[in-house]
């Protein structure tokens, strides 16, 4: 069994590498062959599933131990796997919405000249993101966690030639940069504490460490996860990153490698129980991201910029479920879990709206699409159910649970975040009410009016999707250009994107109470992230009562807003709220204004002074010696009576030296 | 008498005669200081032989003499074709030990 | 062990080769071309017996050789390799090649001009590249002290020439500017190399009058000292070992280089044609880094841990301000330049840690960088070739015309920001986890080069390779050639085998590190919970 | 006469042994002159005056030879060096021109300073290092030159025996010498010399002067070649007067006055002869 383990990575890092290097001659069968493979190593993850079932509690981790990487006196950092509950959660999900997703992208792709390279970044995630999980010590998953970053940066900027896209995937490596150095600064920090940075030595030997060095882990560790995850403050990167196709948004930045941050905090449990400070402060990064981008998504109008917000939100969450300890890890994977399926399901909705009109993403141009595309409608719609804790749905259990550990953090604390988390599922149901009925209700605002263009003739679908093609295959966003000349013609995707939307919405619909059954996910991830039961000063029934409360005023409100009066196309100004969270709470003004320009200016006169001062030095030193010899030049005038007289000179000099040598 | 003397003055002359070479520039002249030179040199050796009692000085003079009149004839030819082809005997109109 | 003379074999063979190559007629250029890749081929041959020949349990120095010389002056020819030197052998002779081939049409005669005029004599560019490698061979593998100081000299004759008579086609400032730009860089390099090598030669000396005094006969060998050094027979005064430890640092901190004697580092790099920079910054530049952990290290350990706080300061600015220098820059070699200068910065900080895990990442270090370097800039210059302008701001959209250049070019880029699983990262990584675990602040410091390092590559690759296509130049050009792609993929395949399996090359390494530690005498910092270290 | 000779030698030796007041003189009086030769010879702006108070101190030099018993240099010295040498001098000035005296005005900038300085010092560094060396005083020649009986038989036995390769070899560098300076001061003549019907013809082509140039000191007081003649209008042409003269610059100039004179004296005969103003030109 532990030898499926290996296989698990290899099979869409195989893919990768054949779709990479094969050439043109795979154009053709290319994307199903990555989507095989991706099924692969997800058949593998269930084998391995089953079998892990099959054992008991104690003995269900396996490890596999591959080669030693770098034997170095006094160094070990060996390839070897460690597949547990947490892992194989991972696994399921990673393999398991991957495989979905590639699917989704054989149609969404389809006109693509590149698709082939499409297909084998993604299996280069895919592999990645397995590593990361399956690492069996911290520098294997920071391979891992850099790797995710290397995909990440590819399928951003997948369009290169927009400029935009590039800059966003420039963008997410560097901020994602910061955070691993942060990662690599607590490896450096765990060798010199045990000696080693295996996961079983360090987590057991992690309370004897003295708690000043533990903090000072658990901080590194936050600021890795902060860079994966999108949290404060190195949120940044993840509106930017939609410039990316939007499979890669549902999957990189929706389900899985966004998560990895949580993944990384509650693998690292023992760390933190044993350092509370940084456990506050992971708690307080997760709380201030979670209404930051509850209020950003508020704003937004770009409809995947709107989901991305709330992904970071989510993740907020999470965050702060597992900076509770022990009583809030398990809730924390579950909502991963459940989040990676209705969040892709989301994001795939989208992306499928954006198929049928031309790729534009100003949801103010949708409306109304509900009669157009009924699948994406239905799973679209069970999935906005499920984000915002619609009962009975996935996103119902996992959140309130979430909240009911917020609220059993103790004292002013529990109350502040428990305040927090009800807050954000308010905000949550509010935006996610608004994109629903901009998106599917109302007015078709995509039609032209008579007034914008009058008496413009229809032309048919066939004509409206060949034109919706090409715009795709190049990628630019036609939608504005397209929109302008001619009118979208929404129409539902082709089958194999509409599966894989399907599927997910099960997931968004059931995983939740499955989970819930019994506790039955807390009970599997016991034994890797302790877990003990929240004691919430209200009664549990109130905080629910509360959460579906919020959630239903957020509902209402949104209703007030967007569902009774028409909604301009053109966004009105706005309130000065609106228009700060339209500039994502001026981040991006900040990030430029503390270090983009600094730097810009550090670097110009650093030039400047290398060229001037160290180099200027050099050149000096030459100048000198040039002018000195061209002095001395000056004495070989070239008339033999002045040489006659240095040797005169000299023959004086000489008898002066002999005389002298006599005298003493 | 003390034969310090005759050194003193050939020191004298020997003197005199550099300082000429280095001050004029009439090649002929500075040969000329030149061979004032050579003779201080043979006073000197005379004066040593006496003072020895041996006649090995004296036989370097007459050395000295044979090479300077060797050096003089060559030396005068150089000075005469320099004139030749130059139109002067100055030693700066030669002036092309510069690059 | 045979009595065959291999290392002395390694080093012969190209000077044969350079002599032979330039012996051939002047029409003949293809002969020449294809005589010096078969010399440089059979020395790669050589290097590898030398590799497997070398036993990692073995004596410190194998493969020893010892021939009269001087005898007066006690200099003897005494070759030998340690770990250390077996690796960067291997590097040269392997590199090499790939220069050669890199620069195939670099020295052709350009077809429009007069022959009169700036002809590149052909068999000149390659028998100095192969004079260059015999040189640096030798410097690698001596364990004179004499003999290692003689051939790091005389290899700034032949690189000189390279720098200065052979320059980009097509150089930016206009063909006569560009002449000009070359010899300056040609004769800045000569200068700064020289002098510092002239400070070296006068601590030799005083190394010979040093050993003349104290062991009775005065000798360079490098074994000879250290042995008399922990033998006890031989002390030096701290004044005296400092000034000495100073003579020969400065002359392998200008080689190396470090800040702030770096400025004839991008000039060299900027007006070489680019596989003369790769011979640069991957091959020579290497003797400096390998002569401080074999020559300052080994003779002068007390003044190397009394320089220690220095040098590490020194090795932290050469690595910040290497990297945002490299940011600054307009010219994509001089950014390389630039990066290699933060480089050389990690390696240098690696070994004046003092840790095992330091070292070892040093001495990887010195062999990854050369190849993620060769790839890069090789890459660099096959782009530039095409265009025929070293300015960012010239190019743009290239992934779009040319992609397999593209790719190629941001798997280097890669490696020189060391991503995991490619080989630098773990060198880079070996020499922060050495530097952290004595030196924490410093540690810090260092990692942000790594940021840094993400930020000047990206930005690079977003310049030159994303975007539109706008120029026409750009849409006229043309996808990597099968000689070009036959010089960059085995090196890239090389940087992923080394980074995912670097076990052999660690194996070779691993001793030498130990017995240079054990030189200066210093140990590994303990971690604070050993019991876990028991455990383990 | 043989015995004369040896008497002769004994009190020569006798001579050279003693230093007698007598030679004290000698010595201070001659020195004198010898230094003001030098100096002359270093001061005076013609080379014929250097060349002449040169060899009077060579002179004054070969009579201290004799002084100090080495009658055979002596006498050398004033065949070869005042004589031979000399001469050579002589002759070499004449051939480049004896009237050149150089300007003793430096062109060099601080060359003469450097140069006194230089010698000065030596000068000083010389009679210091004399008057330091211990010299004992004079053996005299007596003995040497009795040896082999006189001083020039004496310098012969040395000379053939036991300096005879140093003989053999300046005797050649003498050869040699004189063959160098009959190579360097010879010149080839390239074309054959004109004969003097040649130089006619080139005249004719050349077509200035046909008749003999015509003749100086017309109309003068007295006939004198260095006084040009005088054209119809009174200017004198420097035709008449020799070349070499005129690049000496010795050529009379002609008074004005006597101008003035021709002019009234033709103006007479054109008053006598009644020819009018208007006819003159």
Redesign the interface.
């Given at each position: 069994m532990e030898s499926l383990i290996g296989l698990l990575v290899a099979a869409p890092l195989l893919g990768a590498a054949v779709l990479l290097c094969g050439g043109r001659r795979l154009d053709r069968a290319g994307h199903w062959l990555g989507t095989a493979l991706a099924a692969v190593s997800f058949a593998l993850g269930a084998v391995l599933f089953f079998d892990m079932l099959g054992r008991s509690g104690g003995e269900r981790t396996l490890h596999q131990h591959l080669f030693s990487w770098i034997p170095v006196e006094g160094f070990q950092a060996d390839v070897a796997f460690r597949l547990d509950q947490l892992s194989m959660t991972f696994v399921l999900l990673i393999t398991g919405v991957g495989t979905l997703i590639h699917l989704y992208s054989v149609g969404y792709m389809e006109h693509d000249a590149r698709r082939r390279r499409f297909f084998g970044y993604l299996n280069l995630f895919l592999a990645a993101m397995l590593l990361l999980v399956l690492a069996d010590n911290y520098l294997l998953l920071y391979v891992g966690w850099e790797g995710v970053g290397l995909a990440s940066f590819l399928l951003i900027g997948f369009w290169q030639h927009k400029p935009s896209a590039a800059a966003a995937a420039k963008k997410a490596f560097l901020v994602n940069r910061v955070g691993d150095a942060g990662l690599a600064i607590a490896i450096f920090l765990m060798f010199t504490t045990f000696g080693t940075f295996a996961f079983g030595e360090v987590l057991a030997a992690a309370d004897g460490a003295g708690e000043g060095t533990l903090t000072a882990i658990g901080l590194m560790l936050l600021l890795a996860a902060c860079g994966k995850s999108a949290q404060v403050p190195l949120q940044s990167w993840l509106g930017d990153a939609m410039e990316g196709p939007t499979p890669v948004s549902a999957l990189i930045h929706a389900a899985t490698m966004v998560t990895a941050g949580v993944y990384l905090i509650t693998r690292s449990g023992a760390i933190y129980d044993a350092a509370p400070n940084a456990q506050t402060v992971v708690v307080i990064v997760g709380a201030v991201t979670l209404l930051f981008g509850a209020i950003v998504g508020c704003a937004k109008d770009d409809i995947k910029k709107a989901l991305a917000a709330s992904t970071m939100s989510q993740i907020g969450y999470m965050v702060l479920a597992a900076g509770l300890g022990p009583i809030g890890y398990a809730f924390a994977i579950m909502h991963l879990v459940t989040h990676g399926f209705f969040k892709a399901g989301l994001f795939l909705g989208a992306g499928s709206v954006m198929h049928g009109m031309n790729d534009e993403v100003n949801m103010r141009k949708y409306g109304g699409l509900r009669r157009h595309m009924p699948i994406t409608f239905v799973t679209f719609g069970l999935g906005y159910l499920a984000i915002i804790g619609f009962p009975g749905l996935s996103g119902f259990f996992s959140k309130d649970l979430i909240i009911e550990a917020a609220f059993s953090a103790g004292g002013v604390r529990g109350w502040v975040l428990g305040g927090a988390t009800l807050l954000g599922a308010a905000l949550t149901a509010y935006y996610m009410t608004r994109v629903m009925l901009l998106t599917f209700f109302g007015e078709e605002r995509w039609r032209h009016r008579p007034t914008a263009t009058p008496a413009e003739p229809d032309v048919e679908p066939a004509a409206g999707r060949g034109a919706a093609a090409p715009g795709r295959a190049s990628g630019q966003t036609a939608g504005q250009a397209a929109g302008a000349a001619a009118e979208p013609h929404p129409h539902e995707s082709p089958r194999v994107m509409t599966l894989p939307m399907i599927v997910l919405a099960f997931g968004s619909v059931f995983a939740g109470g499955l989970f819930n059954w019994g506790e039955a996910f807390v009970h599997w991830l016991e034994p890797v992230t302790r877990f003990e039961h929240p004691h919430p000063p209200l009664p549990i029934p109130v905080i629910t009562g509360a959460t579906v409360a919020v959630m239903l005023l957020g509902v209402g409100l949104a209703w007030l807003q967007y569902g009774r009066r028409p909604v301009p196309v053109t966004a009105p100004r706005g309130s000065l709220l609106t228009r700060a969270a339209r500039r994502d709470l001026f981040q991006d003004d900040f990030n430029h204004a503390a270090f983009v320009s600094g730097g810009q200016h550090l670097t110009r006169s650093l030039v400047y002074l290398d060229h001037t001062v160290v180099d200027g030095a050099v050149n000096g030193t030459a100048a000198a010696f040039g002018g000195l010899s061209g002095r001395l030049r000056k004495v070989?005038?070239?008339?033999?009576?002045s040489?006659?007289?240095s040797m005169?000179g000299g023959a004086a000099v000489l008898v002066a030296a002999t005389l002298l040598m006599r005298a003493v | 008498?003390?034969?310090?003397?005759?050194?003193?003055?050939a020191?004298?002359?020997?003197?005199?005669?550099?300082?000429?070479?280095?001050?004029?520039?009439?090649a002929?002249?500075v040969?000329?200081?030149i061979?004032?030179m050579l003779?201080a040199a043979?006073?000197t050796l005379?004066?040593f032989?006496?003072?020895?009692?041996?006649?090995?000085g004296?036989?370097m003079?007459?050395?000295v003499?044979?090479?300077?009149?060797?050096?003089?004839?060559?030396g005068?030819?150089?000075?005469?074709?320099l004139?030749?082809s130059r139109h002067s005997?100055?030693?700066?109109d030669?002036?092309?030990?510069?690059l | 062990m045979s009595g065959f003379p291999l290392l002395t074999a390694t080093a012969v063979l190209p000077a044969l080769g350079a002599v032979a190559t330039a012996a051939v007629p002047a029409a003949r250029r293809a002969a020449a071309k294809w005589l010096a890749l078969a010399v440089s081929l059979g020395t790669l041959v050589l290097a590898g017996l030398v590799v497997a020949r070398f036993d990692p349990g073995g004596a410190r120095y194998q493969l020893t050789e010892s021939y009269a010389w001087i005898a007066d002056f006690g200099v003897r020819f005494e070759l030998g390799v340690d770990g250390i030197g077996t690796a960067l052998i291997a590097l040269t002779a392997l590199l090499v090649p790939f220069v050669i081939a890199a620069g195939w049409h670099d020295a052709d005669p350009v077809p429009g001009e007069r022959p009169a005029g700036r002809w590149r004599p052909t068999q000149g560019f390659f028998a100095l590249i192969l004079m260059v490698e015999a040189m640096v061979v030798v410097s690698f593998a001596a364990t004179d002290v004499f003999v290692f100081y003689l051939f790091f000299e005389a290899m700034l004759i032949p690189m000189y020439f390279l720098i200065g008579g052979f320059g980009d086609r097509a150089h930016a400032a206009g063909e006569a500017e560009g002449a000009k730009q070359r010899s300056y860089a040609a004769v800045k390099f000569l200068l700064y190399n020289l002098a510092g090598g002239l400070i070296m030669l006068a601590a030799v000396i005083g190394l010979y009058v040093v050993t003349a005094d104290q062991l009775g006969t005065g000798t360079f060998s490098l074994q000879r000292i250290t042995e008399a050094r922990a033998a006890g027979e031989l002390t030096m005064a701290a004044g005296t070992e400092r000034l000495l430890f100073l003579g020969f640092f400065l002359a392998f901190a200008v080689k190396a280089p470090l800040w702030p004697l770096h400025t004839w580092l991008p000039n060299a790099m900027g007006e070489s044609t680019a596989p003369v920079a790769v011979l640069i910054t991957a091959v020579v530049d290497k003797v400096g880094t390998f002569a401080m952990l074999r020559f300052c290290l080994g003779l002068f350990p007390e003044a190397s841990a009394w320089a220690t706080p220095v040098v590490v300061v020194l090795a932290l600015v050469s690595i910040i301000y290497g990297a945002l220098l490299a940011v600054g820059q307009r010219d994509i070699k001089r950014l390389v330049a630039y990066a290699s200068i933060s480089h050389f910065g990690f390696i240098v900080l690696g070994i004046f840690a003092m840790t095992s895990q330091g070292q070892s990442g040093a001495t990887l270090y010195m062999v990854f960088h050369g190849i993620s370097t060769a790839v890069l800039m090789l890459v660099a210059g096959f782009l530039i070739s095409r265009r025929g302008s070293r300015l960012i701001a010239d190019y743009g959209g290239v992934q779009k015309v040319a992609p397999v250049l593209a790719g190629t070019f941001l798997v280097g880029g890669l490696a020189t920001l060391s991503l995991p699983g490619l080989a630098p990262f773990v060198s880079e990584f070996l020499v922060l986890v050495g530097t952290f675990s004595r030196y924490p602040a410093a540690g810090v410091v260092a990692t942000a080069g790594i940021v840094l390092a993400a930020l000047y590559v990206l930005l690079l690759y977003q310049r030159t390779m994303t975007g539109p296509v706008d120029k026409p130049e750009i849409e006229r050009m043309p996808d990597l050639r099968r000689r070009e792609l036959a010089v960059v993929a085995p090196l890239i395949a090389l940087l992923i085998a080394l980074g995912v399996f670097p076990k052999p090359l660690t194996d070779i390494v691993n001793p030498a590190v130990e017995h240079t530690l054990s030189d200066v005498r210093q140990t590994d910092p303990q971690p604070e919970l050993p019991a876990v270290e028991a455990a383990e | 006469m043989s015995g004369a000779l040896t008497t002769t030698d004994a009190a020569a030796g006798l001579l050279?042994a003693a230093?007698?007041?007598g030679?004290?003189v000698q010595?201070y009086a001659l020195?004198a002159v010898?230094?003001a030769g030098?100096?002359g010879?270093?001061a005076l702006r013609r080379?014929v005056h250097?060349?002449l108070c040169?060899a009077a101190?060579?002179v004054v030099?070969a009579v201290?030879?004799l002084a100090?018993?080495?009658y055979?240099?002596g006498v050398?010295?004033i065949v070869?060096?005042t004589g031979?040498?000399m001469m050579?001098?002589l002759f070499?000035?004449m051939?480049?021109g004896v009237s050149?005296a150089?300007s003793?005005k430096?062109?060099?900038k601080g060359?003469?300073w450097?140069?006194?300085a230089?010698?000065?010092g030596?000068?000083i560094l010389?009679?210091g290092g004399?008057?330091q060396?211990a010299?004992?005083?004079?053996?005299?020649?007596?003995?040497?030159?009795a040896q082999y009986g006189g001083?020039v038989p004496?310098?012969a036995e040395?000379?053939f025996t036991e300096?005879v390769v140093?003989f053999e070899v300046?005797g050649a560098?003498?050869t040699?010498?004189?063959v160098?300076?009959?190579l360097?001061?010879h010149?080839e003549r390239i074309e054959k010399a004109t004969s003097q019907r040649e130089q006619a013809e080139e005249r004719v082509r050349a077509g200035r002067h046909l008749p003999p140039l015509p003749a100086p000191g017309v109309y003068a007081r007295h006939n004198a070649v260095d006084r040009p003649g005088l054209l119809p209008d009174g200017t004198p042409s420097e035709l008449t007067v020799s070349d070499t003269l005129q690049r000496r610059g010795q050529v009379r100039e002609v008074a004005s006055k006597e101008l003035a004179e021709v002019a009234a004296t033709e103006k007479r005969t054109a008053d006598y002869h009644g020819r009018g103003q208007e006819e003159r030109p």
């Open positions: 070989q005038n070239g008339f033999a009576r040489y006659a007289v005169f | 008498m003390n034969p310090a003397n005759y050194l003193y003055l020191a004298l002359l020997f003197t005199i005669g550099a300082f000429g070479v280095l001050i004029r520039r009439n002929i002249v040969f000329m200081c061979e004032l003779n043979n006073l005379v004066a032989s006496r003072m020895h009692g041996n006649l090995d004296q036989i003079a007459f050395f003499m044979v090479v300077a009149a060797a050096e003089v004839v060559v005068l030819a150089i000075i005469v074709m004139y030749r005997a100055s030693v700066d030669a002036s092309l030990m510069k | - | 050279a230093t007698s007041t030679e004290a010595f020195g010898a230094v030098a100096l010879t270093v080379a250097s060349a040169l101190t060579m030099l201290f030879y100090n018993g080495a055979f240099l050398v010295q070869v060096y031979a040498v050579l001098f070499v000035l051939l480049v050149t150089d003793l430096e062109t060099l060359q003469r450097l140069a006194a230089c010698a000065l030596l000068g010389l009679v004399i008057g060396a010299l004992g005083t004079f053996t005299g020649m007596g003995a040497a030159n001083n004496g310098i040395r000379l300096y140093a300046t560098l003498l040699i010498a004189a160098g300076a009959t360097l001061t010149r």
